[in-house]
T-cell receptor
């Protein structure tokens, strides 16, 4: 069965520090895409970063990077130099056949000043 | 702004009632997805349409139905509402759902409260 698991319901990080949000996935498809979305308290879903299953290098988008370990089926999000505005829910998602995304339960990140 | 428009933003209704949520996808996007977000269930995929045709079905209750119209906007109909249907309902869209690297663009959601 295809599944996304985020084991950290909540995380705290000090402003300007780096933080890693964990994500593991399960699929038997050889081709898949992994995504991270941010949901601030206002509710909208904001795309952060994408990693393809065949990508040789870890994806990076500004302060966001994805630590992709295919053999371990993990796709952890690393946020460098945390800012107060990074406080939000973060969702890991996997694209499955047909195009829909399946989501993990999310991690609530709180950045402390 | 994602380009996906959902109306209304908030909806308060009573048990047993019927409501319709509306979604206009980004210009050019043929595929529309509906998701339900609640505290206990998280983000659950409900249904997907592509160019007017149902493409995939998830955990959608029989009391719920959806359609995508020729102008590509979509409506999600929720009937015989129960307290447990209170949730944030998202619509998302994409142009080429078959491409792994194509992200979904989400609307701002409709917050449904059933009293």
């Amino acid at each position: 069965a295809q599944k996304i698991t985020q084991t950290q319901p909540g995380m705290f990080v000090q402003e300007k520090e780096a933080v890693t949000l964990d994500c593991t996935y399960d699929t038997s498809d050889p081709s898949y895409g992994l995504f991270w979305y941010k949901q601030p308290s206002s509710g909208e879903m904001i795309f952060l970063i994408y990693q393809g299953s065949y990508d040789q290098q870890n994806a990076t988008e500004g302060r966001y990077s994805l630590n992709f370990q295919k053999a371990r089926k993990s796709a952890n999000l690393v946020i460098s130099a945390s800012q107060l505005g990074d406080s939000a829910m973060y969702f890991c998602a996997m694209k499955v056949q047909g195009g829909k995304l399946i989501f993990g339960q999310g991690t609530e990140l709180s950045v402390k000043p | 702004d994602s380009g996906v428009t959902q109306t209304p933003k908030h909806l308060i209704t009573a048990t047993g009632q019927r409501v319709t949520l509306r979604c206009s996808p980004r210009s050019g996007d043929l595929s529309v997805y509906w998701y339900q977000q609640s505290l206990d269930q998280g983000l659950q995929f409900l249904i997907q349409y592509y160019n007017g045709e149902e493409r995939a079905k998830g955990n959608i209750l029989e009391r719920f139905s959806a359609q995508q119209f020729p102008d590509l906007h979509s409506e999600l109909n929720l009937s015989s509402l129960e307290l447990g249907d209170s949730a944030l309902y998202f619509c998302a869209s994409s142009a080429n759902p078959g491409r792994n690297n194509e992200k979904l663009f989400f609307g701002s959601g409709t917050q449904l409260s059933v009293l």
